[in-house]
């Protein structure tokens, strides 16, 4: 348990904030599975101000999920602030965390995202603008640097906290970096020593037992859990747990992960028009059956499935397949 500002944290475990993905949907139902505190995806400061029907839609929040971070991201002070107060007004966010991790193109070359991550004095400016705009706590995701040559991450991390930065998330990995390569838990450790505020650590955990090794090798008070946890919040549950008592707790069968993707497609549906909540739900599909034996072919049939009708039973077949197959096989052993 720790806190962020005046927000409390039941646990340690931290949902990252990954665009395209973490809408209420996929939110609430991490928080379900005992997530401390689940981020939204990130939403661009100018579309906030133009009131962009898409963006308007990416800050609903579900009560259920809080306490809960909204991200957002900006290369200029002045709309960045804006931006900032608009979600600190007219949302129900417990914590406004600005992004100065996202390492693709056409956010960095927006002066957004990584490209901080090469300015100390920069994210002082635009971190304690935001402060002095808001109530809500602030925070910042960031990645160690943006390349080998410039790991600035001390000097950010401890710019974000003289603004008033409630909190820090470090990825442990360079914007050249991207998702390649291994995250250097070393660096996270360096800041976690280097400032007073909480400090969140990020980039290679797979397993319960990585989060505990970060736990320990870094000293952060917490942990954030990105692509382990896509089609498998049971990641998040077993983190919970295994920090908390020691216990490794089984993996889902079968039937239960695909319950919770129905689960999941039905939240989407509410969320959104069915249409548009199948399409987004096949990429959430693929990951719920990602490491089940015998899933190419329903990976494949449910690219062309278009109706909530459609989906269900293709998932129903298959679940009934792998059991059939399975009580086969302890038939002949």
């Known amino acids: 348990m720790f806190k962020i500002g005046d927000i409390e944290l039941k646990n340690k475990v931290v949902l990252a904030p990954m665009a395209g993905v973490c809408n209420a949907a996929f939110r609430l139902t991490v928080k379900e599975f005992g997530a401390g ?16 029907a898409k963006t308007m839609g990416m800050l609903y929040i579900d009560e259920r999920e809080k306490p809960l ?18 979600v600190d007004k007219n949302t129900t966010a417990d914590i406004i965390d600005i ?31 935001v402060v002095e705009a808001v109530d809500k706590p602030v925070t910042v995701k960031m990645r160690m640097g943006w390349d080998e040559e410039h790991i600035f991450a001390v000097k950010n991390a401890q710019a974000v906290e003289r603004a ?19 995250a250097n838990w070393d660096i996270i450790k360096e800041v976690k020593q280097s400032v007073k505020i909480p400090v969140i650590g990020n980039g290679d955990i797979q397993a319960p037992q990585d989060a505990k090794r970060m736990l320990d090798h870094t000293g ?22 295994y920090l908390e008592t020691g216990e490794l707790i089984d993996e889902p069968n079968v ?42 072919k329903a990976r494949n049939a449910i690219n062309l499935m278009n109706t909530r009708s459609e989906f269900i039973s293709l998932i129903d077949e298959f679940v009934e397949e792998v059991e059939a197959r399975q009580e086969n096989t302890s038939k002949v052993v």
């Open 37 to 52: 505190l689940v981020c939204a995806e990130m939403v661009s400061d100018k579309a906030i101000l133009y009131n962009n």
């Open 69 to 86: 971070s909204l991200q957002i991201f900006g290369g200029e002070k002045e709309t960045l602030v804006e931006a900032a107060r608009f």
């Open 99 to 129: 992004n100065m991790g996202c390492p693709v193109p056409k956010i960095t070359k927006c002066d957004a995202g990584a490209k901080w991550l090469l300015d100390p004095n920069k994210i002082y400016d635009m971190v304690s603008a």
């Open 164 to 182: 008033g930065g409630k909190a820090v998330a470090l990825h442990g990995r360079t914007r050249v970096q991207m998702y390649e390569g291994t």
């Open 220 to 241: 952060v008070d917490g942990v954030m859990i990105g692509r382990a946890a896509l089609g498998n919040p049971w990641m998040i549950y077993r983190t919970v747990k």
């Open 255 to 296: 039937r239960n992960k695909m319950d919770v993707c129905k689960l999941h497609l039905d939240r989407l549906i509410a969320l959104k028009n069915e249409d548009i909540a199948v399409r987004e739900m096949r990429k959430h599909a693929a990951w719920y059956l990602k490491g089940i034996r015998g899933n190419a």
